[in-house]
């Protein structure tokens, strides 16, 4: 699936997502079904093939999370200005669930990347050839 494809889907995940949580949060039913439909579309867009989890070198996981921490920052920040404890709180969790999120994704990452360099990297007993210390870079 193409990369820009993938970041779309994210982006329109997240756009349903604040839509759907407004519309519930103000009780405009249209607005939440249509937030629902975006983040559908998002769904669809960011579906994982079976080319792995992976969106440019990077874990989709912390994409997701930073989203989820935007989505969890707008829905304190309405359910402070409507009075409304319950969604602030709701709001709360969602961005410690997103900052969770981005933490596995993170760590997914790091963790790939030291592979990488385990099997790249010459072993004792061999010497490097110019052509692969250039593809460490």
Not at 12 to 34: C, P, T, Y
Not at 102 to 116: F, I, P, T, Y
Not at 122 to 130: F, I, Q, V
Request: glycine content about 14%; charged content about 30%; aromatic content about 0%.
């Amino acid at each position: 699936m193409d990369t820009n494809r993938r970041i779309e889907g994210i982006g329109r995940q997240v756009k349903g997502a604040v839509m759907e949580s407004l519309g519930v949060a103000i009780g405009d039913a249209k607005l939440a079904a249509d937030g629902s439909a975006e983040r559908a579309v998002g769904d669809k867009l960011n579906s994982v093939d079976s080319g792995g989890e992976q969106l440019a070198g990077i874990d989709t996981d912390r994409i997701r999370g930073i989203g989820h921490q935007i989505k969890g920052a707008v829905i304190e920040a309405i359910g402070h200005l409507v009075g409304n404890p319950k969604l602030e709180s709701d709001g709360v969790a969602e961005r410690n669930a997103g900052k969770e999120q981005n933490m596995a994704g993170g760590d997914r990452d790091l963790a790939r990347e030291a592979l990488e360099r385990t099997h790249l990297a010459p072993k004792p007993d061999e010497k490097a050839h110019p052509e692969d210390v250039a593809s460490w870079r």
